[in-house]
């Protein structure tokens, strides 16, 4: 129940705005033990903020992951939009190439760095199935970040 509710916490603030997300999410035990999540730090010692550089490549790979989706939104059968695709994932590609190297080092703390960029590279491709492939990056990024906030 509890695993549940945190995926749902989860996936509802990767929708929020990317200026909200760039915050330190602090996780502190509340009544009875259970989880709260806060901007601010815990009162004791009993914390554990989500920051550095796996929070900061989780957040690049969502905004790339969103990216994407923007990208692949106008895909259409006609021949032009295919080419407007083409065009358009060229300076795309570039970033997601340009961050193999930062997510390989994290891929050592978690698979999931590993398998949430192979998917983003699927992303980068203009063909229908590419947007699956955004969001399977963020689902990985989604176990991610509940790695990283585990007591």
């Known amino acids: 129940?509890?695993?549940?509710?945190?995926?749902?916490?989860?996936v509802l603030c990767s929708q929020l705005p990317l200026s909200a997300q760039a915050q330190d999410v602090f996780r502190c035990r509340g009544p009875g033990g259970v989880a709260v999540f806060q901007a601010t730090p815990c009162k004791d010692l009993d914390e554990a903020a989500v920051?550095?550089?796996?929070?900061?490549?989780?957040?690049?790979?969502?905004r790339l992951a969103n990216k994407g989706r923007a990208i692949i939104a106008d895909l259409?059968?006609?021949?032009?939009s295919?080419?407007?695709?083409?065009?358009s994932m060229v300076p795309f590609v570039?970033?997601?190439?340009?961050?193999?190297?930062?997510?390989?080092?994290?891929?050592a703390e978690s698979r999931e760095f590993k398998n949430g960029y192979a998917a983003l590279e699927d992303?980068?491709?203009?063909r229908a199935a590419a947007s699956s492939y955004c969001r399977q990056v963020d689902?990985?990024?989604?176990?991610?970040?509940?790695?990283?906030?585990?007591?």
């Open 139 to 151: 689902q990985h990024m989604d176990r991610v970040m509940m790695t990283l906030m585990q007591f």
């Open 82 to 87: 295919i080419k407007r695709c083409q065009k």
């Open 94 to 107: 570039r970033e997601v190439s340009a961050i193999k190297t930062q997510v390989m080092t994290l891929a």
């Open 51 to 62: 920051r550095g550089p796996s929070r900061d490549m989780v957040l690049e790979m969502r």
């Open 1 to 10: 129940m509890i695993r549940s509710f945190l995926l749902i916490l989860i």
């Open 123 to 126: 992303c980068a491709q203009c």
């Open 76 to 80: 259409g059968a006609d021949v032009n």
